[in-house]
């Protein structure tokens, strides 16, 4: 399984220190005045006035240079930097609001029509330009900026624990997402896993790193570059390609270990579950990246699951099962909250050759997809083991509005995978896959409907009880081992589930298939085992057009109202 982003690959040498650094040089001011101030107070700060960059070194034909993570943090005093950034359909556009809070007293300010076009930050936000020793200026780029990115807290007298969520979505389906940064803290303004390694030779030089004006004067921000030395290096034991990718991809794709969508996860603190009103009952962590962030490391990655990784390069701990299997009479509650899972439309769809060790010559659409959890309470399925086989039997738990448990029901089984891409616990009849005809007849019926249950995307944590630090983000902490008696899975509110097209069960084979047009089926909860709030909106549809010849089979992927992303 594979899960989200491409992994930062080679990091520079100040980066295991920065936190600390801008900790250390913030910490002795003047603590703000308790009166809160009518605006969030901003400003660019640095870590260090100099930098080493260690150089990344990529195969031939692939790029190759350093990430400018400068150490330059946009700190905020006052009230908090909060957005919140929703579409109503995706037939609407994004549309991102500014949320000030004083007191009891809470502003909304619309930001400008067309400056936020998506969910994974402020466009353009940043302005770095390299200089040489002659003072010509070598590089210059504009980088985008994800406020929740790589938060540290830098005043004694900030919040002990980070409110946020921990990453910027960037699945094309995201409904809807939460920005922010709290008083007395600051979050790293260069996400290099957005963006391209820049090549410039070794060397010393001078950045100069800003705010771009038409920020400034949105949110009030003096004009106050930071301006540091660089020295760009090429170390003597430089991964390079495939190896760096590898080890950065952490094994699966996209949220640290596994599915695709399974991949390389973010990391900050935690923030406890009051706004979740009590639901679930364990403690939260970190919620994985977005799954462009593991795409190109999972292409690269080795095949079989491993070890997920926050961006704090912790692995985000699972929920833990229950001690033992359920004994008393099953029951679930008229009234007790239900999750509502929701497939979003298949996206990232190309051709495949098909999975490994598969006879040469056929053909394969192979897709990712994403099932959500749109709330009001997380689902939650043990595992107990069968005695001496691959199997377990499978439980679905429920909790009142204090997080107590207050029911459960069985549901099914889970099965031991150990397919390389897997290896792993999979949930059984979680989704299932087809391909319709224009009349919407089905053509191929996917065999995959077995998953293992991660949150690796933050698809809307608008929606009411988002848990904006989940649990269980990557497979190496929520899949269990081969020799394991018990597991428990689950998706929390406002997250999704993405299995990547790389991973094995993603494909249908077309080899058979006629040119033309036809839709991709994905059906969340499709024999109804799952109880709900809601089972009429399981179902998704994404039309795609084949063509080509055999062995060279193409696809077209029209747009989904707003929605361009094939």
């Known amino acids: 399984m594979t899960r989200h982003h491409r992994a930062r690959l080679w990091r520079s040498g100040l980066a295991s220190a920065a936190a600390l650094t801008v900790a250390a040089g913030i910490t002795g001011a003047t603590p703000v005045s308790r009166a809160t101030p009518a605006q969030p107070k901003l400003s660019l700060i640095a870590a260090s006035d100099s930098v080493v960059l260690d150089r990344y070194v990529g195969e031939p034909g692939e790029p190759s240079g350093v990430y400018l993570d400068l150490g330059t943090y946009l700190a905020v005093e006052g009230p908090a930097l909060e957005f919140r950034v929703t579409r109503a359909s995706y037939k609407d556009p994004v549309v991102a609001r500014q949320i000030i809070r004083n007191g ?61 969520p921990e990453s910027c979505p ?12 709290q008083h007395g803290w600051a979050a790293n303004v260069y996400a290099p896993f957005y963006g391209a390694p820049l090549d410039v030779p070794d060397g010393q030089y001078a950045a100069t790193v800003s705010v771009a004006k038409k920020y400034r004067d949105l949110f009030g921000m003096p004009n106050k570059p930071q301006k540091l030395k660089v020295t760009v290096r090429t170390p003597p034991s430089a991964p390079s390609g495939e190896g760096a990718r590898a080890s950065a991809a952490g094994g699966h794709g996209s949220h640290g270990s596994g599915h695709g969508g399974h991949g390389a996860p973010k990391s ?82 190309f051709i495949s050759a098909g999975p490994e060790g598969e006879a040469p010559g056929r053909d394969h659409l192979a897709f990712s997809s994403t099932t959500w959890n749109a709330g009001p309470s997380p689902l939650v399925v043990d595992g107990f083991r069968q005695a001496n086989k691959g199997l377990m039997d499978a439980y679905q738990y429920f909790y009142d509005a204090k997080g107590k448990q207050v029911g459960y029901a069985p549901t099914g089984t889970m099965e031991w995978d150990p397919r390389e891409g897997h290896v792993h616990w999979h949930f059984t009849d979680f989704a299932a896959y087809r391909l319709l005809k224009a009349d919407q007849k089905e053509v191929v019926r996917s065999d995959k409907e077995a998953f293992c249950l991660v949150n690796t995307d933050a698809v809307d944590y608008t929606v009411k009880n988002a848990n904006w630090h989940p649990f269980s983000t990557d497979l190496g902490s929520a899949c269990g081992e081969e020799n394991s008696m018990s597991v428990r899975q689950s998706l929390d509110v406002g997250s999704g589930d993405t299995y990547a097209g790389y991973l094995p069960g993603q494909t249908f084979d077309i080899t058979d298939v006629p ?6 089926q994905i059906v969340a909860n499709p024999d109804k085992r799952l109880k709900e709030t809601d089972l009429t909106n399981n179902t ?27």
């Not at 094309?172 to 920005?179: A, E, I």
């Not at 549809?541 to 094939?566: M, W, Y």
């Open 170 to 181: 960037t699945n094309p389906f995201t409904l809807g997402s939460v920005w922010g940064i």
């Open 515 to 520: 040119n033309g047009t036809y839709w991709i």
């Open 268 to 349: 900050t603190p935690g923030l406890g579950r009051a706004h979740l009103q009590g639901y679930g009952v364990d403690t939260p962590a970190p919620p994985a990246l977005p799954w462009a962030l593991k795409k190109e490391g999972l292409k690269a990655a080795a095949a079989g699951d491993g070890p997920g990784r926050t961006d704090g390069s912790r692995i985000a701990p699972p929920r833990q099962p229950a001690a033992k299997r359920p004994t008393s009479r099953a029951s679930v509650p008229a009234n007790v909250p239900k999750p509502d899972l929701r497939a979003l439309p298949a996206w990232d769809i």
């Open 104 to 164: 009891t007293k809470t502003v909304t300010k619309t930001l400008p029509k067309g400056l936020v076009k998506d969910f994974s930050g402020l466009p353009d936000f940043l302005q770095i330009t390299l200089a040489d020793s002659t003072g010509k200026v070598v590089a210059s780029q504009k980088e985008n900026f994800c406020p929740n990115n790589a938060a540290s807290r830098i005043r004694p007298d900030g919040p002990a624990k980070a409110k946020f």
């Open 540 to 566: 998704s549809l994404r039309k795609v057009v084949l063509g080509g010849k055999p062995g060279a089979r193409t696809v077209t992927v029209p747009p989904h109202d707003l929605i361009t992303s094939r």
